[in-house]
């Protein structure tokens, strides 16, 4: 069964960081590409960045050079680094496979706010 364990989310003000980190189940994360996912109040699920097995990483447009994922393949933990949030990056972040698997996590919530 598919273990999908999102956490590091909080309040933060417009301008912080967080980091985010997620735990996947060893059978599926040493040999997939890994993704970080949000969905904000109103809107569809959308992908925010990606990381294969090998470390090459994607990242969408509207996070690009303010986010950073990252994979500990030791300990089957993906992160999303984010810096410079802003309110529009208020959203549950899902962590999953890409392309993801049909079963998500429970998510964690980044509010972001003055």
């Known amino acids: 069964q598919v273990q999908l364990v999102e956490s590091g989310g909080g309040l933060v003000q417009p301008g912080g960081s967080l980091r985010l980190s997620c735990t996947a189940s060893g059978s599926i994360f040493r040999i997939n590409t890994m993704a970080w996912f949000r969905q904000a109040p109103g809107k569809q699920r959308e992908w925010v960045a990606r990381?294969?097995?090998?470390?090459?990483?994607n990242h969408a447009d509207s996070v690009k050079g303010r986010f950073a994922i990252d994979r500990d393949n030791a300990k089957n933990v993906v992160y999303l680094h984010m810096s410079g949030l802003e309110r529009e990056d208020t959203a549950v972040y899902y962590c999953?496979?890409?392309?993801?698997?049909?079963?998500w996590g429970q998510g964690t919530q980044v509010t972001v706010s003055s």
């Open positions: 999953n496979t890409y392309p993801p698997l049909s079963s």
């Open positions: 990381i294969q097995p090998d470390y090459n990483t």
